[in-house]
């Protein structure tokens, strides 16, 4: 079951590359069709299309992969501290500082294609950027995970000892964040403290905190879930396969509550149950036969650099497009695919570049991790 | 090549990319940053490669995987 989380680390970074690629198919949907449509394009009008349902299966399709990310490393945290259950603060300091220098190289890179579309930043704000990872959409990342990792040896004892306990607090603190989100959404008259709560930013660490806690708490007690996992794989996996249509149909919905042309993606309660069935089904299926296991767990152990690398390129590629080929943008799906492969390969051809020249070979950690 | 030289040698060259060529055996690798979570499970995969055996679940655990040494000390029981 463990050695498996390298081959879900590799499914989950494909799942980032189609959920950023199903973004720019979006921006070509609506924000760039008079680019194909000519000036008389109407916003929105391709809202429900078949290209619009097919972009939206992908992307709650693909709607587990930062629980998948956080579950790997909260497993892992669970890892390092051991039978003792204690996480001793170097080995947070280790793991902490290995994350820095590819976020600074990259995030420079980002601010640098910020700049030369005219956006320039006070020195105050470059520094809230390197704190929340602002820079990009995709970059709160980096500032979320170290802050798990920063308050994983709080956890640890928790995780080992009083994990139910622990796990039903983490369930409350999220569900209370994704309420909290869908209440603005559906501009319900909530409590204020809701209204506070629906504020905190994606980077902030109780938004995502179920899913590293969860990851510390199969970690620690991995035999005891092992066992019910596999008993219940089948359900787990039908569970999920339901979940999927209904989480389209749960954001349609949103949507049409909200009264709004568009809302930008946010994780639902709906989301979270399909991801825990998700990560759980494939934690059940131990023993199944999995396709590409070499390939997968390869693109599992570059994940982070992919990460980072992955959305700079993308931007390139898909801005490319509307330049250069703006037909193109009339076909999302096929565009969606192809900014997602693309944005792959590329930072696969720098990483193997940079693998295979000695002379430059030890300055990969730093740009990849 | 003995269980430390080739793990030696693969996180050297593999892991570390030639960054830390003093690595010795005793080093604690979680500790000092010197392998990660992912790094620990392609070390694992490069085990069972390497000497055709299956690590159990319950065996990738911290204290397995403390150093080279230790790591070579638990491969030594297959």
Request: charged content about 15%.
């Amino acid at each position: 079951m463990a050695k498996r989380l390298l081959y879900f680390n590799g499914l989950a970074i494909l799942g980032v590359m189609l959920f950023h690629g199903t973004g720019w198919g979006f921006v070509a949907m609506f924000s760039w069709a008079a680019r194909y449509q000519g000036a008389t394009a109407v916003p929105f009008s391709q809202m429900g299309s078949p290209a619009y349902y097919a972009l939206r299966a992908i992307e709650q399709l693909v709607a587990a992969t930062i629980p998948a990310f956080l579950f790997v490393s909260g497993y892992f945290a669970a890892f390092a501290a051991g039978r003792s259950g204690m996480i001793a603060w170097r080995v947070v300091w280790g793991r902490v500082k290995k994350f820095l220098p590819p976020y600074f190289f990259w995030g420079v890179i980002a601010l640098v294609m910020l700049a030369i579309q005219g956006i320039i930043f006070t020195p105050w704000r470059y520094l809230v950027s390197f704190l929340t990872g602002d820079m990009t959409p995709a970059y709160y990342y980096v500032p979320l995970i170290i802050q798990f990792y920063a308050i994983s040896p709080f956890l640890a004892p928790l995780a080992k000892h009083h994990w139910r306990l622990l796990l039903l607090a983490a369930v409350l603190v999220q569900l209370a964040v994704q309420v909290a989100q869908m209440g603005v959404i559906m501009r319900w008259d909530m409590p204020a403290v809701f209204g506070f709560i629906a504020a905190w930013p994606k980077w902030f660490f109780p938004v995502r905190i179920l899913w590293f806690v969860l990851g510390m708490v199969v970690g620690f007690h991995l035999s005891s879930f092992k066992e019910v996992l596999t008993r219940w794989r089948w359900a787990l996996l039908a569970l999920a396969l339901l979940l999927l249509p209904s989480g389209i149909l749960e954001w349609e919905w949103l949507l049409q509550q909200s009264g709004q042309p568009w809302v930008d993606h946010r994780e639902t309660v709906l989301d979270s149950v399909y991801a825990v069935a998700l990560i759980f089904a494939f934690l059940g299926f131990d023993q199944a036969r999995l396709p590409g296991v070499k390939l997968i767990s390869d693109l599992g152990s570059k994940a982070f650099g992919i990460y980072l690398a992955h959305i700079p390129v993308m931007e390139v590629v898909a801005r490319g497009t509307y330049h250069v080929t703006p037909g193109l943008l009339a076909y999302q799906l096929p565009f969606a695919v192809l900014v997602a492969l693309v944005s792959l390969v590329i930072p696969l051809l720098l990483m193997n570049f940079i693998d295979l020249l000695p002379p430059i070979r030890r300055y990969y950690n730093y740009v990849f991790g | 090549m003995n269980h430390e030289t080739i793990l030696l040698e693969y996180i050297k060259q593999e892991l570390l990319r030639g960054r830390k060529s003093d690595l010795k055996v005793e080093d604690d690798l979680l500790s000092n940053g010197i392998i990660d979570s992912l790094g620990i499970l392609q070390l694992v995969a490069f085990i069972e490669e390497r000497f055709h055996i299956q690590v159990p679940d319950e065996d990738v655990v911290f204290e397995n995987f403390q150093s080279v040494k230790v790591l070579s000390d638990y491969l030594a029981k297959f």
